[in-house]
């Protein structure tokens, strides 16, 4: 990560090996908590491009993002005219790689 003031970048690549009975939405961990600011200002998305993972049929996109006040980020895909939709444990079989750019205020 890079930090400059009160914004800080991510970047790289993730790669899961293995799963072993996951529960719930896919989130790691960031070197700061985000802004927990007004009127969902915290708020940040970034890119995610995915290697081998199988996108719900309707969905099209894969993003990051990050909530306000919180020192992590999660995955989720979308599509035209569908609800955002966070990747879970059960999405994903530990072959898969995610290459990842992130940029948020603290």
């Given at each position: 990560y890079t930090k400059i003031g009160r914004v800080v970048h991510i970047q790289g690549k993730i790669r899961l090996d293995s799963i072993s009975s996951p529960v719930g939405n896919l989130q790691w961990?960031?070197?700061?908590?985000?802004?927990?600011?007004?009127?969902?200002?915290?708020?940040?998305?970034?890119?995610?491009?995915?290697y081998n993972l199988n996108i719900e049929s309707g969905m099209t996109s894969l993003a990051c993002a990050t909530a306000e006040g919180v020192s992590y980020f999660y995955m989720f895909e979308f599509g035209d005219d569908?609800?955002?939709?966070?990747?879970?444990?059960?999405?994903?079989?530990?072959?898969?790689?995610?290459?990842?750019?992130?940029?948020?205020v603290i």
């Open positions: 961990s960031l070197p700061f908590a985000s802004l927990d600011g007004a009127d969902e200002s915290g708020m940040a998305a970034g890119t995610a491009i995915p569908s609800v955002w939709d966070a990747i879970e444990g059960s999405d994903v079989d530990g072959n898969e790689i995610f290459n990842v750019g992130l940029t948020y």
